[in-house]
């Protein structure tokens, strides 16, 4: 799971989407630094990720671009199901992709000074490139991936895994479906036992 689908799988409470949104700046106890809600949204993170990476669905697809892009495969289909989420956002919610993302960015912006210096740095190209609305075409996911490839520590070729991704995007999204009704359910009932006041 990528930006858009930590920060949809959050619901309403856009304190508990910005902590989720920043987790992957913030490492161990740090996030104790934190207000109780934005701790909540990092420890939603977290199990996100754990969840997504031991389901077998989320496995399968990964092991598709193994073979090309070996430990950037789990990278690329977190971006792929970004891309699935924000193409059929209606599915999920009747707030248009357009305007769930300008009042999300508008809450990171009133909070700028408490995020994450990577963060802050991040913010201002997402808001300028609509990030969230880009994944929902094969044209803004390609600019994403590009931009990405630059930032990868190796070379990755994330830009290049696009034509294998149309090849099987069929399977990827009819399984994607069945996925994402199921971390649905397990984020809901982790929400239920975070408690607020950490």
């Not at 799971?1 to 910005?18: E, R, V």
């Not at 070729?157 to 994402?180: A, G, P």
């Amino acid at each position: 799971m990528n930006y858009l689908a930590h920060t949809y799988l959050s619901g309403d409470d856009y304190n508990i989407a910005i902590g989720n949104f920043i987790a992957d700046s913030v490492k161990g106890r740090e996030y104790k630094n934190y207000p109780a809600l934005w701790q909540k949204g990092i420890l939603l993170h977290r199990f996100i990720d754990s969840y997504t990476d031991s389901h077998l669905i989320f496995k399968n697809h990964s092991k598709i671009f193994f073979d090309s892009h070996r430990h950037y495969s789990r990278v690329l289909i977190d971006l792929f199901y970004d891309h699935l989420l924000a193409k059929n956002w209606d599915k999920y919610n009747s707030i248009s992709l357009s305007q769930f993302s300008k009042e999300f960015y508008n809450k990171l912006l009133l909070n700028k000074e408490h995020l994450p210096s990577k963060i802050k740095y991040l913010l201002k190209y997402m808001i300028r490139d609509d990030w969230f609305t880009s994944y929902s075409t094969l044209e803004g996911l390609k600019k994403i991936l590009t931009l990405m490839e630059a930032r990868t520590a190796y070379p990755s070729m994330l830009s290049n895994s696009l034509d294998k991704f149309v090849k099987h995007s069929t399977r990827i999204e009819s399984q994607f479906f069945i996925f994402f009704e199921d971390i649905q359910k397990a984020v809901k009932n982790k929400l239920l036992n975070i408690p607020s006041e950490i």
